[in-house]
């Protein structure tokens, strides 16, 4: 059984079967089945939401989808499975450029900051203390690790341990993992791989989130159950969909946080930006205004009791002014008796 | 919920048809114009006198029951439902002597009850027992206004099956079920669209839905909700409407129409204000503003707004359940809130006191010693925004408002912390050493947290033994503790929640009354 890391790019597949230009994947889950069955049309329309979501995260625009649903069950899983499977495409994460953006994270902090330094399978509260050119000439970043009876020792890491050194601000929603263990998978690697269009372990391995359900757990746990399978493997959505509850150091594509959580504030603000999910409309009125500058998607089922107030709340935003309204690419078939709103703020 | 039958909602969502019975009954119209003609006659003060507002309140529930259920007046649980008509003989004697002129609209209305329990027969049974016996699948469900009244209405469809040899699932909801019911190929709802939500056509649970209402009710459907204009992009459901009379036994030319929503029986606004304790200023029974929480079974509970105070509620996740401590802000509608129903007072106090044993008298005076002096405070301000302005005056950290409620409250033990709690006690001149206040402040919390778990303890074990449908079907369900631990206590569906504040005695919090007006 493999160990799971985070979901990462199905780069293996053509590109052009994948996307097309609106920047909805088509064919991607074409031959996966769900329960037995291919995609119905409200699975696939709210996975091609999920896969433009990501295209616009993935060009920092900063939007806003409500869905307003017949049922809320399953629509959030299936939003960021489009937002993880899209996002790999856009964005195959690669080991040289995650040090760039490391490099450039660290770049922007204050000497003496404090960070997390990972250093043979542990972490250490440590701060950062600039860079400096050594004999050699060759610049290293500088962390200062704090000893037990005070002051410390002062480290010089070269290039290739950037990765080891984690911002502490930003390392809930970006950054590597404590350990490259996590929940195994629970069905097969071929499901993963079919999906994905990559060797499963290049996909379980690289650390990023690109979707963030906000909700209860309990939720979205049976959704996870789905079984889903392809020609060459079996396994449940949560093989696809990999969520894991929010917290420093795990390796997972996808996390659920709970509206109140301080974590969605972390999520707006840092640097790659993942789909931020709202799921249901009491986390869409606990959660949208925090997760600003985000590209959000609120899944609200029209018989939820809140689902009113929210729907209010978010043509009363485009009323306001503050926002404008927005268009759905052509590529996305709305079911009849679903009710979509698109802002961009 | 399974994936098919998530689909299937789409499919439903996407593609409904809706069938109108417009049943015609002209006695129970006759019925239901005479109990207008009497409220009219009796007036709006008759709600004070204590036999009129009995008959009006009965003659108004006798006319909702049988315009929202198949059930009719001979019903054997017609008892159960509405009470009996000889119940009623002292009082019609009692309104005769305060309101005279009004006693022949009473007299016509009891005339026509008479009648139809002479006659026997339901009308909205008899035209849905004709569709009943004329439907092709077996996946049917049946929606009633009002919950309380599901097991007499199941025992009528079923009595209806046999009597036309059909075989039928007779699974009646109640609204707050539409939610998560369904899909279902036919859907049969007795009474107009308009008393339910606007999901049940706007996000309907079945292919088909079949509406009986009597033709002399005005309905009108509430809107779908729906993203509209700029931003919005809303593909219109497919939608097939039509309409069919069906005339009962002795139909006869329609009478005054009545709007659907005059006949649901309304929250009693002179009840809560009966309740609602302005005047009172006990120093033992202090003033707290509340909130009234609409309970199943037309009962109404008073919780505190904005005390920080928290109550138990019961969270029902597929066959599981869990029970959780929710501060009363965060209760909202289909949350199941439990209550205590036997006995007096919180329970977690009452079992924080058994822990706390020989020291709970000593320790419950201590929280009364600053507590009275803080109410006091508070009234002799006017508002807890200027004795807030005077406490931070005098150096007591955190003194808002919505911070004085949650300290002057029974519900409340004492500050989060320290320091607020010793500039405090200074401030309000407490004639007590602080700190060893703080340490009994401290027990109390203590007993309340042992309390609290031994009761979350008690209620997830009879949770295990109890039948969780039932509480989804029904909205209530009562749960003996053992003894010394609880006592009875009750989980409620929250039909709703009020946004109006009451001042109420804090002795009223947390008791469950009667709603009905």
């Known amino acids: 059984m493999s160990q799971a890391g985070p979901i990462v790019s199905a780069a293996g597949k053509n590109a052009s079967d994948r996307t097309r230009p609106n920047g909805v994947s088509r064919q991607v889950l074409d031959g996966v089945l769900f329960d037995g069955k291919p995609l119905p049309p409200f699975g696939q329309f709210l996975h091609d939401v999920g896969a433009w979501a990501a295209v616009a995260a993935h060009e920092k625009r900063s939007l806003h989808v409500g869905l307003l649903l017949p049922t809320d069950a399953y629509a959030a899983v299936l939003v960021a499975l489009g937002a993880a499977v899209r996002r790999s495409d856009l964005a195959p994460l690669s080991g040289g450029e995650d040090a760039a953006r490391r490099l450039d994270q660290l770049s922007r902090l204050e000497i003496g900051e404090p960070v ?27 962390v200062r690790t704090e000893g037990h009876g005070g002051g410390g020792l002062t480290r010089h890491l070269p290039a290739e341990r950037i990765l080891d050194v984690v911002p502490a601000s930003e390392a809930a929603w970006e950054d590597l993992p404590l350990s490259q263990k996590g929940v195994a998978l629970r069905g097969s690697p071929e499901l993963v791989e079919a999906v994905f269009g990559r060797e499963v372990n290049a996909v379980l391995t690289v650390p990023r989130v690109d979707a963030v359900v906000v909700g209860r757990k309990a939720v979205v746990v049976e959704d996870l159950d789905l079984p889903c399978s392809s020609a060459s493997g079996e396994g449940h959505l949560c093989d696809l969909v990999r969520l894991k509850e929010a917290g420093f150091g795990s390796s997972y594509r996808s996390r659920w946080i709970s509206a109140r959580s301080t974590n969605l504030d972390e999520v707006a603000s840092a640097t790659h930006r993942p789909v931020v999910v709202l799921n249901g409309a009491t986390n869409h009125l606990d959660g949208f205004y925090r997760a600003h500058g985000c590209v959000t998607v609120s899944v609200m089922g029209a018989a939820e009791p809140q689902s009113m107030e929210a729907v209010e709340d978010l043509q009363s935003a485009l009323f306001m002014g503050t926002h404008r309204p927005g268009e759905l690419p052509d590529g996305i078939r709305v079911p009849p008796g679903v009710s979509v709103f698109v802002m961009e703020t | 919920m399974q994936f098919g039958h998530v689909a299937k909602l789409y499919d439903v969502a996407g593609d409904l048809e809706v069938i109108r019975h417009e049943v015609a009954a002209g006695l129970f119209a006759d019925f239901s114009q005479a109990v207008t003609d009497v409220v009219i006659a009796a007036g709006d003060d008759a709600a004070d006198d204590e036999a009129w507002s009995t008959l009006l309140r009965y003659l108004k529930k006798l006319r909702f029951v049988l315009s929202s259920t198949p059930l009719w007046l001979a019903h ?5 439902c509405v009470g009996t008509l000889a119940e009623h003989e002292r009082l019609i004697r009692d309104a005769e002597l305060t309101r005279p002129a009004a006693m022949p609209a009473l007299q016509r209305a009891f005339a026509y009850a008479d009648q139809m329990h002479n006659e026997g027969s339901s009308e909205l049974r008899a035209a849905a027992g004709e569709v009943m016996g004329e439907l092709s699948t077996s996946s049917v469900a049946f929606l009633i206004k009002s919950p309380r009244y599901r097991t007499c209405v199941e025992g009528t469809l079923r009595s209806e099956c046999g ?14 079920q539409l939610r998560t019911a369904g899909p279902y190929d036919v859907l049969i709802v007795f009474g107009p669209t308009m008393w339910y939500p606007p999901h049940l056509l706007g996000s309907p649970r079945a292919q088909t839905i079949h509406v009986f209402a009597h033709d002399w009710i005005r309905d009108s459907e509430p809107p779908r909700l729906r993203f509209s204009g700029a931003g919005g992009h809303d593909v219109a459901p497919r939608r097939r409407d039509r309409s069919q009379r069906r005339v009962g036994a002795g139909a006869r030319s329609a009478a005054v129409s009545v709007e659907g ?9 002179r009840r809560l204000r009966e309740l609602s304790s302005s005047g009172s200023q006990s120093e033992a029974d202090p003033v707290v503003e509340a909130r009234v929480f609409v309970l199943e079974g037309q009962k109404g509970v008073f919780l505190g707004s904005d005390d920080g105070s928290s109550r138990f509620t019961i969270e029902l996740e597929g066959r599981d359940a869990s029970v959780r401590r929710v501060p009363v802000s965060q209760i909202e509608e289909g949350t199941f809130l439990v209550l205590r129903t036997e006995g007096s007072g919180d329970y977690v106090r009452t079992m924080a006191d058994r822990i706390l044993a ?24 006017g508002s807890k925004r200027q004795a807030g302005r005077v406490l931070s005056a005098l150096a007591v950290p955190q003194a808002t408002p919505g911070n004085l409620a949650r300290w002057a409250s029974p519900e409340n033990i004492c500050t989060q912390d320290k320091t607020t709690f010793v500039a405090l006690t200074r401030a309000l001149e407490v004639e007590y050493d602080p700190e060893v206040m703080w340490h009994q402040m401290h027990e109390i919390r203590a007993a309340h947290t042992a309390a609290g778990a031994a009761i979350k303890n008690q209620l997830l074990e009879r949770i295990q033994e109890a039948d969780l449908g039932e ?14 631990v609880g006592g009875t206590l009750t989980a409620f569906r929250v039909n709703q929640v009020g946004t109006e504040t009451w001042e109420v005695d804090s002795s009223q919090v947390g008791q469950p009354f009667e709603l009905d007006a």
């Open chain 1, 116 to 142: 997390w330094f990972l250093d043979r399978g542990r972490k250490y509260k440590a701060f950062y203390e600039g860079t400096a050119a050594g004999s050699d000439g060759v610049v290293r970043t500088l």
């Open chain 2, 261 to 269: 929503s005059d006949l649901l029986p309304s929250i009693d606004i």
């Open chain 2, 471 to 484: 509480l989804r079907a029904d909205g209530v369900m009562t749960f003996t503790l053992e003894a010394g």
């Open chain 2, 358 to 381: 020989g020291r709970g008298a000593t320790l419950r005076s201590a929280q009364e010693r600053w507590k009275q002096p803080l109410r006091f405070m508070i009234r002799r301000c």
């Open chain 2, 163 to 176: 009597r036309r040899k059909i075989d039928l699932p007779t699974t009646v909801l109640a609204p707050s």
């Open chain 2, 76 to 80: 054997p649980s017609r008892h159960h």
